[in-house]
C-alpha cells in the first residue's frame, strides 16, 4: 500500500496558504468585506483537512520505523512544526469569532496566519526532505524493471 500521508498533504497546504493569502489581501482593506469570510472558510476547511493528513502520517510513521528507524530524529522535527502550525491556524480562527458568529476583521488572527503559514512552509519543507533527501517511504523496487535510455 501506497504511503497516504503525501497525497493527502497537498489538500490542507493549498487551504491554509490561499486563505492566509487571502487573509492578508483583506488586511489590506482589499474586499475585506468579502475577503474575511472566505479566508476563515479556507482556514477551516485545511483545520479540517490536516486531522485526516496527521492521521495518515501517524500510520506512515509507524510503517516507516520498521523500515528506515534512522529517520526518526527528522520525522519528530517535522511533525512537531507541522502540528505547531496546526494550533497556530486553530487559534487564528478562533479569535475571529465572537459569540459563535464572525467578527470583524483584527489584526491578530492575520497577524497569526502568516505565522502559521511560515511555520507550515518550515514543517513542509522538512517532509519533503525526507521524501526527496532521504527517500523515506520510497519504493525504489518499482523502478527496477523499467528500461532507461
Known sequence: MHPLHPALA???IGALGIGTGLDVTAGLDIHSETLWPISTLLLVI???TAVLTIAAGIWDFGKLLKTQSTLFDNIVRHAAIMICSWCIYIF???LRFEDGEL???TG???GL???GLATLMIGGWYGGDLVYGHSAN???GICENIDTP
Open 138 to 140: 520510497v519504493n525504489r
Open 103 to 105: 467578527g470583524f476583521l
Open 108 to 110: 491578530l488572527p492575520v
Open 46 to 48: 485545511g483545520i479540517a
Open 10 to 12: 497537498h489538500f490542507p
Open 92 to 94: 487564528a480562527v478562533i
Open 113 to 115: 496566519s502568516v505565522a
